[in-house]
């Protein structure tokens, strides 16, 4: 399924240095979200895209800062692509759709592990749909 992307931002950005060496791997937080909207517009019958929105809020706690950051993107979405076709392959639909938000993310991420350190780091962000 090729989605295309129109547009990613970033509504929301909190970087804080912090102390978290103390803090066990499982108490560092690492979670996130993904959320879904098709707007209720006119579709015509010679469109040949649906637009989406996708909300992707992130969170991550290192040892000396921690981030998060809510990263909206609106997408166009094939006509022939059916609610019930995303449903029935929701995982390679949400990869498709967190990539160019995840890639937006780390090159923050990036910028700013640079703040605590001389080497700038870049996380490898795996996304499970298993809850």
Do not use: C, Q, W
């Amino acid at each position: 399924m090729k989605l295309k992307v129109v547009e990613t931002r970033i509504k929301k950005f909190n970087f804080e240095i912090v102390d978290n060496k103390a803090l066990s791997e499982e108490e560092k937080v690492k979670n996130g979200s993904l959320s879904l909207d098709f707007p209720d517009v006119d579709i015509s019958d010679e469109a040949d895209n649906i637009p989406l929105k996708a909300i992707m809020n992130i969170e991550l706690i290192e040892d000396t800062f921690s981030i998060s950051a809510e990263m909206n993107g609106t997408f166009m979405v094939p006509k022939n692509v059916m609610k019930k076709e995303i449903a029935e392959n929701i995982t390679e639909f949400s990869n498709e759709l967190l990539k160019p938000l995840i890639d937006k993310f780390t090159i923050y991420f990036g910028i700013f592990s640079n703040e605590v350190s001389d080497v700038m780091t870049l996380p490898r962000l795996k996304i499970d749909f298993s809850d």
